[in-house]
């Protein structure tokens, strides 16, 4: 499969922030949650956007519930606009019911002219740009990446409340965004999934259905998604370890 790495490319980010995050049992959606000094998504875009060499074009999808465009999301615009380098988009798109909408609904609003598009989620705010940087270039040489990190605990497939299985972790890795695949990969992953009423959690699975091979860089375990409320001071001590690149 060619690589577009040997030349300078356009990176399409998608940052899906229409998640509710009910578990987190907050009135704000998780997205625009504050972590320090910022909400999640910006924390999240200025570390994807660090991860970009400087030498790409890139631009920025948000997905957002249409009820937050009115609400949470203008507060945030400003920060976003403010982290894109010179020439670049930022687009609003409504989510749909499901991530796969969302993601589905992001891939069509993308520049024809992007060669790779990523997809992360909002709520994984600590994201490494150094391990993002290095999912953008396997997914330039070999067509699609995601970022994961192998299972450390042992697994048990339980029925009913009762253990029937332990499973052999040492082929199990837990997946992380971002997910990263050429564009027009993305676009036949999900007509394939169309037409084959094929339904998902996430981006990788799409390639994976379609026989699109996908590559796994090594992430980070500060990679968390920010989903419960024992998150959030995890996150923050994280934080404090790792700053957020935010431009001066």
Known sequence: MPSVWSRSVKVAILLLAAGRGKRLGTDVPKAYLRLGSAPLIVHSAARLLAAVPATDA????????????????????????????TGADLKIVDGGATRQESMERGLAATATDCDLVLVHDAARALVSVERTRECLATAARVGAALLAIPAADTLKRVREGR??????????????????????????????????????????????????????????????????????????????????????
């Not at 890139?58 to 380098?85: F, G, I, T």
């Not at 394939?192 to 959690?201: D, G, Q, W």
């Not at 981006?203 to 996908?214: M, N, R």
């Open 58 to 85: 890139c631009e920025v999808l948000v997905l957002v519930q249409p009820e937050d465009r009115d609400s949470h999301l203008p507060d945030c615009l400003e920060p976003l606009r403010a982290l894109l380098p």
């Open 163 to 248: 253990v029937i299985e332990t499973v052999d972790r040492n082929s199990i890795w837990y997946a992380q965004t971002p997910q990263i695949a050429r564009r027009d990969l993305f676009l036949q992953a999900c007509e394939h999934a169309r037409k084959t009423e094929f339904e998902v959690t996430d981006d990788a699975s799409l390639l994976e259905h379609a026989g699109i091979e996908v590559a796994v860089v090594s992430g980070t375990a500060g990679n968390l998604k920010i989903t419960r409320p024992d998150d959030l001071p995890l996150a923050v001590a994280l934080l404090h370890r790792d700053p957020t690149p935010f431009p001066n």
